[in-house]
């Protein structure tokens, strides 16, 4: 019988398999760090000792802030800092990441007079450059996740949320996800397969490339069962195909927005009542409750803090797990 960890005060986890007891750790602690507007791209800055994130898009006309939450503490739980904004508008700024050279790479969603693109931010000076915003001459739709690979290249996602949304013109190419070699210029369609490709997430080796579907939801305030709420794995050819397409897991309730990797190589994604684990086979572990959070990243000095969005606030979870750190090539 599942463990609803009433032991720890409240719900903070559902333990569905003893493996996940490794994720947890005997002192398991989760709190709010911060009530604020945070929905999207959360990427902590270990230089800074700071978390960066994107807001709810405003309603009406549209309009999405790169925000900065500096964290004060060096142990758990933090506290939070100051809170500035970054960049508004952000071009309908959406996921995010951090490359190897402590760059901000930005999935610029774009609008109706401005093009999406996959641009890359100087955080010293907040200067902005674009990395890719076409394929093969044709406009991307709207950029939802990226991750840069240990060989520099850039791998993103394109649903065309935008357009669904009313702040895009209608698609002039499919949802899907690319691998983009900014010393080629080169961007290459790698899966087509999918109805709204998401959140996308190496395994530590950079074996397999795990890709969310969250199809279900078309629009927001949408549900469609039938529709894709699940997380598929590729197998890495060559450092630069995908091969052997399958289902890693299908999630419920909600869809699988956010995703992430430990470095164990356990799988974890947002759903809509929390974070869930799953191990490297695709069996499910548990759930750390955390009712709307879309997305979250781990950071804090040693990487093993769960930070979790929410929309109107920002979770905070010590882990016994570590996140996965990039590959050095």
Not at 30 to 42: C, K, M, V
Not at 80 to 94: F, I
Not at 184 to 213: I, R
Not at 308 to 317: E, P, R, S, V
């Amino acid at each position: 019988m599942p463990d609803d960890g009433a032991n720890q005060g409240e719900s903070d986890f559902v333990v569905f398999h003893d493996g996940f007891r490794k994720v947890l750790g005997k002192r398991f602690e989760r709190s709010i760090l911060i009530e604020t507007n945070a929905h999207e791209g959360p990427v902590y800055v270990a230089a800074e000792h700071a978390l960066y994130f994107t807001t709810v898009p405003e309603p009406g006309p549209k309009n999405i802030a790169i925000m900065r939450l500096a964290l004060e503490g060096k142990t758990f739980p933090f506290e939070a800092g100051r809170l500035d904004v970054v960049q508004k508008p952000s071009n309908m700024a959406n996921g995010m990441t951090l490359d190897r050279k402590g760059r901000l790479l930005i999935c610029e969603q774009g609008r109706l007079d401005e093009k999406a693109r996959i641009s890359r931010m100087n955080l010293k000076t907040r200067a902005l450059e674009t990395v890719v915003d076409a394929w093969r001459g044709l406009p991307l739709n709207s950029p939802n996740d990226v991750v840069e690979k240990s060989d520099g290249t850039v791998w993103f996602t394109d649903p065309n949320y935008g357009e669904l949304q009313g702040f895009k013109p209608s698609a002039k190419i499919g949802a899907y996800v690319y691998r983009h070699d900014p010393m080629t210029g080169m961007t290459d369609v790698v899966a087509d397969s999918f109805n709204k490709p998401n959140g996308l997430a190496f395994s530590p080796d950079e074996s397999v490339l795990y890709v969310t579907d969250t199809g279900a939801n078309q629009a927001p305030g949408t549900y469609f069962v039938n529709l894709p709420h699940h997380i598929r794995a590729f197998d890495i050819h060559k450092g630069r195909h995908l091969r052997g397409d399958r289902l890693f897991a299908t999630i419920s309730p909600g869809c699988p927005d956010g995703i992430k990797v430990d470095a164990k190589g356990r799988v974890y994604t947002s759903s809509a009542t929390g974070v869930q684990v799953f191990s490297p086979d695709g069996d499910a572990l548990g759930e750390i409750v955390a009712p709307g959070g879309f997305n979250f990243t781990f950071g804090g000095p040693k990487n093993d803090v769960l930070f979790i969005l929410g929309d109107t606030k920002i979770w905070q979870a010590k882990l016994k797990a570590k996140g996965a750190l990039p590959l050095v090539n």
